[in-house]
């Protein structure tokens, strides 16, 4: 561990949060003396204090760990780089249009990357009224189903979740063309054009 690195880092997490020494010292029950001690890196935090460091500045541990932040390209969060990330252990979804590190679970999520579409997972797709009725043939049991299905357009994202047990179908409004991702927790991510 860089002590100066962190120690910098901290400083700058602090004067962000608007925080005083002894404020930050105050909160985790320290001496304002050992948050002066680590910000001129003269020493490190004990390891059993990043996680309280991590909650009052909103900041992974990793990230401590290493004493510095790392700044996203900016890229304008255009969707055609739109990312899913799905978390194994509880299926909870998340979406980027940029880069980021993302956990969920205690584990890193790494990002979905896009399959082929076979017979059991191609969608078809019915225009009805002012919307498009999508429906698989697929199973939906507890252990082979669809999660979630997603219609994105230039400017925004339509998210479905699907749950075991249900019809595989669902109903999105007709708007501009775009691409249908859906999501089969065996298969993996697939994605069809509108």
């Not at 055609?80 to 993302?102: D, H, M, P, Q």
């Not at 969920?104 to 498009?132: A, Q």
């Not at 219609?151 to 775009?178: C, S, T």
Request: hydrophobic share 35%; aromatic share 8%.
């Amino acid at each position: 561990m860089d002590c100066t690195k962190i120690g910098s880092l901290l400083y700058k997490l602090r004067k962000e949060k608007g925080m005083t020494q002894k404020e930050v010292a105050d909160s985790m029950n320290i001496s304002n003396k050992t948050i002066s001690k680590w910000e001129r890196g003269l020493g490190c935090p004990d390891i059993s204090l990043l996680p309280e460091l991590s909650e009052i500045f909103d900041v992974n541990i990793e990230k401590i760990l290493q004493g510095e932040l790392s700044i996203n390209d900016t890229d304008g969060g255009n969707m055609k780089r739109i990312k899913f990330y799905v978390c194994n252990s509880c299926g909870n979804l998340i979406t980027a249009t940029g880069s980021g590190e993302f956990s969920c679970c205690g584990r890193k999520l790494e990002h979905l990357s896009v399959n082929e579409i076979d017979e059991m997972h191609t969608p078809k797709i019915e225009k009805i009224e002012n919307d498009y009725y999508i429906s698989f043939n697929h199973e939906m049991t507890k252990e082979h189903f669809l999660s979630f299905a997603a219609y994105l357009m230039f400017d925004r994202i339509h998210i479905i979740k699907l749950y075991p047990e249900q019809n595989a179908e669902l109903r999105v409004p007709v708007m501009r063309k775009g691409e249908l991702y859906f999501y089969c927790n065996k298969h993996g991510l697939m994605k069809q054009k509108m």
